[in-house]
């Protein structure tokens, strides 16, 4: 690509009093998982075909009776709290990114903030599907960065097996439940959010939806028969505008803050299917082991797949190092942020 056709129009503002960080990672993910043999009992599939056309192992599923997305997010926070040792009293904002809340219309974010005890918080949530971390950042940092907000907790949560149907193949083999935590502040060093090309397009919302339980299809009897409650996609559609989407937007943050692929520390793409990252990774030239994956062991957990990296690769991460987050989903939305780590 040449930097003629690079969007200049959402240039990084580097005038900015304060810029924000990220200064804590939690996460959580249930014990329970089904794997891909548990799957071949399922539906008409088989491990050898899955692992090969999505990277996938096994996915995190929570069973209990009686939670939901919740349960996932609070003990995110409850893990990001004890290990940052903050008081919650002190954080001035919780949002959850999810698709899956507890309810519609009661949001989950305030259940979250009571439950941590973040009682000087006002909480809301977000709604941008697999881009919902990427989106919640946005959001987060401008909070930051207008001086108002101090600490805001940004919660990527989603128990997608509330919505998956168990006996479509198309949508089984791909989502699991999990939940990841970031605490963004004040950058005290310098480091943090150095910028972001975030789209979306609604021309797609058709090819990747949860039919029913909104406001254009209520449910009914008839909802119900057409299994229009769960999650349904056309997925080879989705997979190459994921593909030209996430990697276009990935060469336009790189090409306009003129970064290097060598002075990349990593890339953490959204976790949907390893052929969708390693496309990504092969447009902007990047070393596979500079591409941070563990969709292995936790399939697609929507808002939480790049938060739920920082988790497991957060001992990897050192003050200074120039990340790259990219991700893409139902909406459509996506899109790529760069940022430099703020601590070791
Ligand atoms: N197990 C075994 N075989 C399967 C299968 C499964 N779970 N699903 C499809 N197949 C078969 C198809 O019937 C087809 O067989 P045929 O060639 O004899 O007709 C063949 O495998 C290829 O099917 P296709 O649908 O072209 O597979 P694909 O390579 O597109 O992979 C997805 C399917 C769903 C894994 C892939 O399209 C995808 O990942 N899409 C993006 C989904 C996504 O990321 N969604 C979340 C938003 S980020």
Known sequence: ??????????????????????????????????????????????????????????????????KGTSFLA??????????????????????VSTITPDFHGASTAPTVASAIKAKNAYAFDLSAACSG??????????????????KVLLIGADMMSSIVDYTDRSTSILFGDGAGAVLVEPSLNGYGWEDEYLRSDGIGAEWLNIKSGGS??????????????????????????????MANATEQII??????????????????????????????NLDKNKVLMNIENYGNTTA??????????????N????LILAAFGAGLTWGAAYLTWAYN
Request: net charge positive.
């Open 74 to 95: 609070i003990n995110a926070a409850k893990d990001l709290i004890a290990k940052k040792k903050i008081n919650p009293e002190s954080i001035d904002l919780v949002i």
């Open 255 to 284: 090409i306009r803050n003129e970064l290097k692929s060598e002075e990349i520390k990593y890339l953490l793409p959204h976790q949907a299917n390893k052929r969708i990252i390693d496309a990504t990774a092969e447009k902007i």
């Open 319 to 322: 003050e200074g190092d120039k």
């Open 304 to 317: 939480a797949t790049i938060p739920l990296l920082m988790y497991d690769y957060e001992k990897n991460l």
């Open 216 to 245: 254009l299809y209520p449910i009914s009897n008839e909802t119900i028969a057409n299994k229009w409650h769960y999650i349904a996609q056309d997925g080879k559609t989705v997979f190459k505008s994921a593909v030209s989407e």
């Open 133 to 150: 971390f990427l989106f919640g950042m946005s959001t987060a940092t401008s909070y930051i960065e207008s001086g108002r907000y101090k």
């Open 1 to 66: 690509m040449s930097i003629d056709t690079i969007d200049v129009s959402m240039k990084p503002n580097n005038k900015r009093n304060i810029k924000a960080a990220i200064t804590g990672v939690g996460g959580f993910v249930p014990e329970d998982f089904i794997s891909n043999k548990d799957l071949e009992k399922m539906v008409d599939t088989n491990d050898e075909w899955i692992t090969a056309r999505t990277g996938i192992k096994k996915r995190r599923i929570l069973k209990d009776k009686g």
